[in-house]
């Protein structure tokens, strides 16, 4: 697997800094604001929760009892598609030419 393949690895810091953003909006973390994105949604058959420790496990648990509204929703999504980032890819994305040439001092 080519997972931090030049370009696509940057894109997807871009995307995960401007979803970071809208997550401190909502007074929650990154990794509660993905798990609460991901149980639910339709494209995920299977949400990986990582932690090796109680303290992560902790953090990880406000990620239930809430719902992403519409609008919040939208804001994710429309961070998906300014980095034309599928949640749902039929193919990997690292094969996708348009990623492959970005300048790796150009991130953010």
Not at 17 to 29: F, P, Q, T
Not at 78 to 101: C, G, H, L, M, S
């Amino acid at each position: 697997m080519r997972l931090f393949v030049p370009g696509v690895f940057q894109r997807n810091i871009w995307a995960v800094n401007e979803i970071k953003a809208i997550a401190a909006d909502l007074g929650k973390s990154l990794p509660q604001l993905a798990l609460n994105w991901g149980l639910p949604h339709a494209a995920v058959s299977t949400t990986l929760v990582g932690t090796r420790t109680v303290a992560e496990v902790e953090d990880n648990l406000p990620a239930l009892g809430w719902s992403l509204t519409e609008d919040v929703k939208r804001k994710i999504d429309r961070v998906f598609a300014k980095y034309e980032i599928d949640t749902a890819p039929n193919k990997w994305v690292e094969d996708d030419k348009r990623w492959q040439n970005i300048d790796p001092t150009d991130w953010a």
